[in-house]
C-alpha cells in the first residue's frame, strides 16, 4: 500500500502564503496521478488540485490563481504552494493518488486562516 505523510500547513493570516509537501512511499510515484485534497470543518473532503504523470494540471475553481501543484518524481514527492490565503481554505489538506484515492490516507497537516 502506499503511505503518504503531508507536512507544511500552519496558522496563517489572510493573505499569507504556505507551501504544504507530501512525500508518497512508492517506487512508481512517476506513473501516479496525485491530487491535493482537503476537509473543512463539518465538511465532506474535497480534491483541490491535481496532476498527471506528465505534468497536466487541474484546480477546483475556488482555489485557481492561488494554489499551484508540483511534483519531484525523483524524490516521490508533491507538493501544493498555497498564496492568498482566505478563512474559508481553513481546513485538513491531504495528499493521495487521484481520480481514485487510496483507501488509507495520511495523516494531513492542517491549515488554519485566520486573523
Known amino acids: 500500500q502506499v503511505q503518504f505523510v503531508e507536512s507544511g500547513g500552519g496558522l496563517v493570516q489572510p493573505g499569507g502564503t504556505l507551501r504544504l509537501s507530501c512525500a508518497a512511499s512508492?517506487?512508481?510515484?512517476?506513473?501516479?496521478?496525485m491530487g491535493w485534497y482537503r476537509q473543512a470543518p463539518g465538511k465532506q473532503r474535497e480534491l483541490v488540485a491535481s496532476?498527471?504523470?506528465?505534468?497536466?494540471?487541474h484546480y477546483v475553481d475556488s482555489v485557481k490563481g492561488r494554489f499551484t501543484i508540483s511534483r519531484d518524481n525523483a524524490k516521490n514527492t508533491v507538493a501544493l504552494h498555497v498564496n492568498n490565503l482566505k478563512t474559508e481554505d481553513t481546513a485538513v489538506y491531504y495528499c493521495?493518488?487521484?481520480?481514485?484515492?487510496?483507501?488509507?490516507w495520511g495523516q494531513g497537516t492542517p491549515v488554519t486562516v485566520s486573523s
Open positions: 493521495n493518488l487521484h481520480p481514485t484515492p487510496n483507501e488509507y
Open positions: 512508492t517506487t512508481i510515484f512517476g506513473f501516479l496521478s
Open positions: 496532476m498527471t504523470p506528465s505534468g497536466r494540471t
